[in-house]
């Protein structure tokens, strides 16, 4: 492992989520696999929704699935490769809700997941195809990253594989240059920092060797886990809806609930003290 190395990588409205880890060793047991999830599911009033359908993830990975029983109760066992993993939970009419939880061999997380509101149908909106465009090649949320085929490891990855525009814009390079800023959760990322090295020479479609991205830009981004993103999202040189320096051929990052950014850990579970290392 090379010096830099060794320094540098040491170490929505009306929804309300909370969780807990109960101590449980033979439900885990019982059903064949290393961990187990326990997720009980209400509206806002505390009626019991029942036929949620809950996913779990470990990384972008489903690892098991289940529908919520009359109680809005449902008991997942299952086999995962990390510390950390990912339940969502969805049913038509609602809003999808997420939650990273801590996960200990032999135990049960607990977690109540309350949707709170149901989704509201709007009227006839009209796009133009230019926005259309735009909104395809600058856009990216967190289930097309889940369901893509491609092995991505990180929002480096996925942009290289389904939103190269977002490294040299629509337009081109020679139009609007390329990728210069990186914001995460409104905060603009600061590059005064020794980049990996290996992203000095990173290939990237579209750009060309002799006029690379900045391999400070390429280092943040390959420092964000794909299954922390919520969406993200580019605005190209001639701007967009924010107004601030370094808003220009930047892409914008926001992270799911429960997940924080801290320079060189990258993006983590929050409170989970093991996963900043």
Not at 148 to 170: F, G
Not at 178 to 188: F, P
Request: glycine content about 8%; some cysteine.
């Amino acid at each position: 492992m090379t010096a830099w190395l060794r320094v540098m990588w040491r170490g929505t409205a009306g929804i309300a989520v909370t969780a807990a880890l109960l101590a449980t060793p033979a439900s885990a047991q019982q059903m064949g696999a290393d961990f187990a999830v326990r997720v009980t599911v209400t509206d806002s009033t505390g009626k019991a929704i029942d036929l949620a359908e809950v996913l779990v993830r470990s990384g972008r990975r489903v690892v098991a699935t289940a529908r919520t029983s009359s109680a809005g109760t449902a008991t997942i066992g299952f086999a995962a490769d990390s510390a950390t993993a990912e339940v969502v939970v969805r049913k038509l009419g609602f809003r999808p809700v997420n939650r990273f939880v801590r996960l200990v061999p032999g135990d049960t997380a607990s977690i109540a997941m309350v949707l709170g509101g149901t989704v509201q149908t709007l009227g006839e909106v009209r796009v133009t195809a230019r926005e259309s465009t735009r909104r395809r090649s600058y856009f990216l949320d967190a289930e097309t990253i889940a369901s893509s085929a491609r092995p991505i490891r990180s929002a480096l990855d996925a942009i290289v594989a389904l939103r190269p525009y977002m490294l040299t814009s629509i337009g081109g390079r020679r139009v609007c240059g390329l990728i210069q800023e990186v914001w995460i959760n409104g905060q603009r990322i600061p590059q005064n920092f020794a980049p990996d090295p290996r992203m000095e020479h990173r290939l990237l479609p579209g750009v060309n060797p002799k006029n690379p991205v900045a391999p400070e830009v390429l280092t943040i981004l390959a420092s964000i886990r794909p299954e922390h993103i919520q969406e993200m999202s580019y605005i190209d040189c001639f701007g967009g809806p924010v107004h601030a320096v370094g808003s220009r051929n930047a892409v914008f990052i926001v992270l799911k609930e429960g997940i924080e950014y801290r320079w060189p850990a990258g993006t983590f579970v929050a409170g989970d003290s093991t996963s900043q290392m």
